[in-house]
């Protein structure tokens, strides 16, 4: 994901044996060499070889999984650049996107991008119908119009990661729940309002204040047309312990819950929605991830006294 240009992967200049060689390898050997490669080698390097390399790497068996999130993984939080908001880089992931899904002939599996738009979900709903994992965190421009394509395009999704798409309400939430009987993860993330300095000068100011302020009526949704979830992440959600209750009555299969930064939640709240799941394995408690510095010392004490009032409810933000 760096701007670094790798070189590409050539043989040494004036090597005729070595270029007799790999003009040698069979299309089944070859395939297997450049799976063994990174998407990016491919992508930045490999495609550009010669005509022989690039028909290879179209091969549908190299591009079932598109996953790009080991690239954004490998930069902190104060690395991430802003240049990934840009529209740029927006077409850059899109192009990317629609590549794959073409190359694959559909038979895409797996998805895992960040800041894509409708341009490459058109895609991936329009000829995935296989498709099992979507992931499009901090995608800003993808709305609830292809979404619901995705419902109906994309049945077969285990896992949908939305977190940070705020242009995503709670109607492509009800319809997929409805469309993608099979779906067991879901990802729907918010950013740190508590503290936002940590994405001052990287996301958008005016995306950072559009976060959708509903969550009590996503969890509905979550729990009418999801009851069937074993993972749910909502970090930082301004979900009320009426959200919270709604959930844990009707996702009775949830095994890992994780609640870090919610900070409209109480730990009775908490308390009370795990005693109901019985098959909770995990669960991220809210007060783990409240900064102190969004609390006023003057009035409410040192932190120790906050973790005390905190912890026996007395406490609400």
């Known amino acids: 994901m760096d701007d670094k240009e790798t070189p590409p992967v050539t043989a040494a200049a004036g090597d005729s044996s070595s ?3 790999w003009s040698d390898l069979t299309q089944v050997c070859l395939i297997n060499i450049l799976a063994r490669l ?3 080698d491919r992508f930045r390097s490999l495609i550009f070889v010669c005509k022989h390399w690039l028909d290879t790497c179209k091969d549908p068996s190299l591009n079932a999984i598109l996953d790009l999130e080991p690239d954004f993984a490998s930069f902190t939080a104060g690395e991430e650049s802003a240049r ?3 529209d740029d880089f927006e077409r850059r992931i899109n192009s990317m996107v629609r590549a794959v899904v073409e190359w694959s002939g559909g038979d895409v599996r797996e998805i895992r991008v960040r800041h894509c738009s409708d ?3 058109e895609a991936v709903a329009e000829r995935c119908p296989k498709l099992q994992v979507l992931s499009i965190k901090s995608s800003m421009n993808v709305t609830d119009k292809m979404m619901r394509k995705v419902a109906l395009g994309c049945p077969m999704l285990v896992e949908l990661d939305i977190s940070y798409c705020y242009e995503i309400s709670r109607e492509s939430i009800a319809l997929i729940g409805r469309s993608c009987l099979n779906l ?3 990802k729907r993330n918010f950013m740190n309002w508590l503290d936002p300095s940590q994405h001052a000068g990287i996301v958008p100011n005016e995306y950072l204040n559009a976060c959708p302020q509903d969550p009590d009526s996503e ?3 979550i729990a009418d047309t999801i009851p069937h979830l074993e993972h749910l992440e ?3 959600s301004k979900l009320s312990s009426r959200g919270l209750g709604l959930i844990s009555e009707s996702c009775l299969s949830l095994e890992y819950l994780d609640l870090s ?3 409209n939640l109480t730990s009775r709240d908490v308390s009370s929605a795990a005693s109901k799941l019985k098959n909770l394995k995990t669960i991220k408690k809210p007060n783990f991830y409240i900064p102190r510095s969004v609390f006023h010392a003057e009035r409410y004490g040192h932190w120790q006294l906050y973790d005390e009032r905190f912890q026996t409810d007395v406490f609400r933000i």
Do not use: K, T
Request: aromatic fraction near 12%; glycine fraction near 4%.
């Open 19 to 21: 270029d007799h060689r």
């Open 38 to 40: 990174s998407l990016e």
């Open 84 to 86: 990934w908001w840009s």
């Open 119 to 121: 341009r490459a979900i």
């Open 184 to 186: 067991r993860i879901l």
């Open 219 to 221: 969890a509905a949704a």
């Open 234 to 236: 909502l970090r930082f």
């Open 261 to 263: 930064g919610c900070a």
